[in-house]
C-alpha cells in the first residue's frame, strides 16, 4: 500500500527565514497531495494542495513542489512568522473514488521571534 | 460554511468501559471520514463513508469499533469496550462530491483510557 516519509521531524528556524519540509511517497500512482497545518489542540486545516498535473504552485508565502519521478513534494514557506509555528503534514492519495489520505508522521515548525 | 461539528470535545472513561462518539459533516459533502490521531502521529484513517455505505474499513478493530451513519449525513463511532491504546484524538472530516477529494476536518475529540 501507499507510505508516506516526512522530514524532517522538527524544524526550528528565526522569524524572517525559510521553511522547507519534505515528503516522498511509495506509490507512483499517486495524484493528490494536501498539506494540512495543525496547531496545538486544534484541527488540521488544509493549506494547499497539488495535483500530479502541475509542477509547482503558491499562495502566498507558501508553495508546494511535486517531483513525480522522484516520487516527492515538498512545502516551503517564505517569510516565517510565530503564527507559522505549529505541526505540519503532508498526505498523498491515489485516484480512485475513495479519496482515502495517507499522512506523513509531522514536521513540528517552531518559528522563534 | 459552517465547518464539521464533532461532540463530546473531551472524555475520559475507564478501559473496558464503552464511548460513542458523533460527527455532523459539512453540509452537502457525501464522503465522511474518521481518523485516529494518536500524540505525536499524523492521522491514521479508521473508516470511510460515501453516503451511507461503508467504503473503507480495512484499519478498523472491528472486533471492539464500530460506526454508522445511517440516513447519510451524521455519524457516530463507538468503542466497546476500550483499551489504554485507545487513548488518541479522535477526528472526523468531510469531502465534497466534487474536486479531488479535499477534506476538511472537524476538532476532534480527545480520548482518556484510564
Known amino acids: 500500500g501507499e507510505n508516506v516519509e516526512q522530514h524532517p521531524s522538527t524544524l526550528s528556524v528565526q522569524e524572517g527565514d525559510s521553511a522547507v519540509i519534505k515528503c516522498t511517497y511509495s506509490?507512483?500512482?499517486?495524484?493528490?497531495f494536501p498539506w494540512y497545518k495543525q496547531e496545538l489542540g486544534k484541527r488540521p486545516q488544509l493549506i494547499i494542495d497539488?495535483?500530479?498535473?502541475?509542477g509547482e504552485k503558491k499562495d502566498q508565502r507558501i508553495a508546494v513542489t511535486l517531483n513525480k519521478t522522484a516520487k516527492h513534494f515538498s512545502l516551503h514557506i517564505t517569510e516565517t512568522q510565530p503564527e507559522d509555528s505549529a505541526v505540519y503534514f503532508c498526505?498523498?492519495?491515489?485516484?480512485?473514488?475513495?479519496?482515502?489520505?495517507?499522512f506523513g508522521q509531522g514536521t513540528t515548525l517552531q518559528v522563534k521571534p | 460554511e459552517a465547518g464539521v461539528a464533532q461532540s463530546p470535545r473531551y472524555k475520559i472513561i475507564e478501559k473496558r468501559q464503552s464511548v460513542a462518539f458523533w460527527c455532523n459533516p459539512i453540509?452537502?459533502?457525501?464522503?465522511l471520514y474518521w481518523y485516529q490521531q494518536i500524540l505525536g502521529q499524523g492521522p491514521k484513517l479508521l473508516i470511510q463513508?460515501?453516503?451511507?455505505?461503508?467504503?473503507?474499513d480495512s484499519q478498523l478493530p472491528k472486533d471492539r469499533f464500530s460506526a454508522e451513519r445511517l440516513k447519510g449525513v451524521d455519524s457516530t463511532l463507538k468503542i466497546q469496550p476500550a483499551k489504554l491504546e485507545d487513548s488518541a484524538v479522535y477526528l472526523c472530516?468531510?469531502?465534497?462530491?466534487?474536486?479531488?477529494?479535499?477534506?476538511?476536518f472537524g476538532p476532534g475529540t480527545r480520548l482518556t483510557v484510564t
Open positions: 498526505a498523498a492519495s491515489l485516484p480512485s473514488n475513495t479519496g482515502k489520505l495517507i
Open positions: 463513508f460515501q453516503n451511507n455505505g461503508v467504503v473503507d
Open positions: 472530516a468531510s469531502s465534497p462530491p466534487t474536486g479531488w477529494g479535499e477534506q476538511y
Open positions: 497539488i495535483r500530479s498535473n502541475v
Open positions: 453540509s452537502g459533502h457525501a464522503t
Open positions: 506509490d507512483s500512482a499517486s495524484n493528490y
